[in-house]
């Protein structure tokens, strides 16, 4: 069975740093990409950032270039997202997932359970 | 804000049928495929379809989509209580740089 746990989220002030870590089971973790996916209170989903296989290629949604960093330890089966220079705006539920493979595009159907993360003074 | 748009809310009844639509550009849905998500507070979100107009296992076949030019819909047959939820399209978009842009999304309530 698929498995994907968030866990690191919290509370933070503006300008402060948090790491989420999201433990992948269940599959072959090396063969997918993978995705950080977000909810602010009150609004849409929005992807934030996706990461190839072997972590060579990484993008990031603009709202967070230069401040948040995907990553991946393939030998733990570990998706990482380190998050600097928070802001209020980055205030959301933030879901991991994995990318679809195959005849599929985008993000697939298994995600994590969501963790929260609330930036605030 | 999103470069996917769709109407913020759609109505129906037990029964009916109601479609949702995703307006997009020749960058994203004229481009790529569409995915649709339906989220329910509290929990993960959920792939309905992918690839314009495939279901998942496991989806009923009362979800069905499908993509013309740069747009997109998702039809919702015999509703039921239990389909009230967000919707949301999806699509890679190619003048974001490799970005997955979702929609605005969908609350759909069945009355």
């Known amino acids: 069975e698929v498995q994907l746990v968030e866990s690191g989220g919290g509370l933070v002030r503006p300008g402060g740093s948090l790491r989420l870590s999201c433990a992948a089971s269940?599959?072959?973790?090396?063969?997918?990409?993978m995705s950080w996916v977000r909810q602010a209170p009150g609004k849409g989903l929005e992807w934030v950032a996706n990461?190839?296989?072997?972590?060579?290629?990484?993008y990031y949604v603009d709202s967070v270039k230069g401040r948040f960093t995907i990553s991946r330890d393939n030998a733990k089966n570990l998706l990482i997202l380190q998050m600097n220079s928070l802001r209020v705006e980055d205030t959301a539920v933030y879901y991991c997932?994995?990318?679809?493979?195959?005849?599929?595009?985008?993000?697939?159907?298994?995600w994590g359970q969501g963790t929260l993360v609330t930036v605030s003074s | 804000q999103s470069v996917l748009t769709q109407p913020p809310s759609a109505v129906g009844t037990p029964g009916q049928r109601v479609t949702i639509s995703c307006s997009g550009s020749?960058?994203?849905?004229?481009?790529?495929?569409v995915n649709w998500y339906q989220h329910l507070p509290g929990t993960a979100p959920k792939l309905l379809i992918y690839v314009n107009h495939q279901r998942p296992s496991g989806v009923p076949d009362r979800f069905s989509g499908s993509k013309s030019g740069t747009s997109a819909s998702l039809a919702i047959g015999g509703l039921q209580s239990e389909d009230e939820a967000d919707y949301y399209c999806a699509a890679w978009d190619d003048s974001l740089n490799g970005h997955y842009v979702f929609g605005t999304g969908t609350k759909v309530t069945v009355l």
């Open positions: 269940g599959f072959t973790f090396t063969s997918y990409w």
């Open positions: 020749s960058s994203n849905i004229g481009n790529n495929p």
């Open positions: 997932a994995r990318d679809c493979i195959g005849d599929c595009s985008g993000v697939d159907n298994y």
């Open positions: 990461i190839k296989t072997d972590g060579s290629a990484k």
